[in-house]
Every structure is written in structure tokens, then in C-alpha cells.
């Protein structure tokens, strides 16, 4: 019923797997015995988080915050708030921070410094796609699943106006979906 609304598919649910797998198996040679706090940004983690969970051979906390740049269209504001803080300290813990995608940095980057100012013993970043053309500040997350081009996702936690977030693969919006809604 959703997939009539999509233009093209960019990343199946066979490569999703692929991806989340690998990423896996780096994050557990990377974090044997240092307990880490799996930080996931709500809402866009959530089917990413959940299938990286699964694959991480160590013993992990979850944690989860809401922060907002968007506002459910399709371009960034610029601005970014806090909607829900996390409950744990992180202070002198590890912290791996999940994301969904990496487009212009700033949300990211925003909560990189929160971490590190409420002493963090170390803040990294592991994030399904990475979309370097929108880029506005510098900014490498250190895991990354897949590198995109400059264009609008939808679909495996990723939203257009709150909707498509439970497709299970990743791709593009037909147009007639968003200029329609205009
Ligand atoms: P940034 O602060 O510009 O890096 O934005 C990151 C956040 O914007 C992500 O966590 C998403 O919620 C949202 N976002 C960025 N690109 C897309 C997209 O192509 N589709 C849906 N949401 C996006």
C-alpha cells in the first residue's frame, strides 16, 4: 500500500541487513568490555537501533533522546531542540550515538558536544546513511552504513510528515506525494 508513493528503491531490505551486519561486527571488535550506552535519536533509530542491537556481541545500555531539526518537512531548519533528554549519566561512559541519517551535521553535532560537556568518556557515531552533500559544518561520524546522494529519503525510520517510517527498505518519494500535500 506504501509502495505506491515511491519512486525508487535506494537501499533493499537485503542490503539493509547486509549493512546493519557489518556494522555490527566493527561496533563489537570496537567496544569488547567497555559497556557501552547505545544512544538512539527517536524517532528515525528505531528500526535501525533495534536490527544493530541484534548484532552486537558485548554487553550494551540503551538510552534514547528525542532532538528535532526538521519539523517533519523536507528541509532543515537549522535549529535543533531537545524534545526528551536522555535519563542515564554519561559521565565517564562510553557513549555510541545511532542515527538514522547524517545530512547537513548539525543535529548531530549539537548533541556530540552535549555528550562531551556532561563528560563522556568517549561520544561516537554510527549512522545508517550518510548524505555528505548537505553538509553545512564538518562533520565525520565515525560508522557509517551507507553514503547517499543529495536527495530525500523515506522509509526504515525516516519520515515524510511522519509517514513511511515502517517501510522496511529505503527510497525515494515520487513528487506528485510532496507537491500535492504543499
Ligand atoms: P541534520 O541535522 O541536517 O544532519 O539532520 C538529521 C536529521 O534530519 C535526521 O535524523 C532525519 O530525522 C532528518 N533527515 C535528514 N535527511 C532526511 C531525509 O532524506 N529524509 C528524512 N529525514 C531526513
Do not use: W
Amino acid at each position: 500500500m506504501l509502495d505506491k508513493d515511491i519512486e525508487s528503491v535506494l537501499i533493499s531490505e537485503k542490503e539493509i541487513e547486509e549493512i546493519v551486519q557489518n556494522l555490527g561486527t566493527k561496533i563489537t571488535n570496537d567496544y569488547q568490555d567497555k559497556f557501552p550506552i547505545i544512544l538512539g535519536l527517536l524517532k528515525g533509530c528505531v528500526p535501525f537501533m533495534a536490527q544493530l542491537l541484534k548484532h552486537l556481541e558485548m554487553h550494551i545500555e540503551i538510552a534514547f533522546m528525542n532532538v528535532s531539526s526538521y519539523h517533519g518537512g523536507m528541509e532543515s531548519s537549522g535549529e535543533v531542540k531537545i524534545d526528551m533528554d536522555l535519563g542515564t549519566p554519561v559521565k565517564d561512559r562510553h557513549v555510541l550515538i545511532a542515527e538514522d541519517i547524517v545530512d547537513s551535521g548539525r543535529t548531530i553535532q549539537s548533541v556530540v558536544k552535549l555528550l562531551k560537556y556532561r563528560g563522556a568518556k568517549s561520544v561516537k557515531v554510527v549512522t545508517l546513511m550518510d548524505k555528505p552533500a548537505g553538509r553545512v559544518i564538518d562533520f565525520v561520524p565515525e560508522y557509517i552504513g551507507k553514503t547517499i546522494p543529495k536527495a530525500f529519503v523515506v522509509g526504515y525510520g525516516l519520515d515524510y510528515e511522519e509517514k513511511y517510517r515502517n517501510l522496511p527498505y529505503v527510497g525515494t518519494l515520487k513528487p506528485k506525494i510532496y507537491l500535492t500535500e504543499e
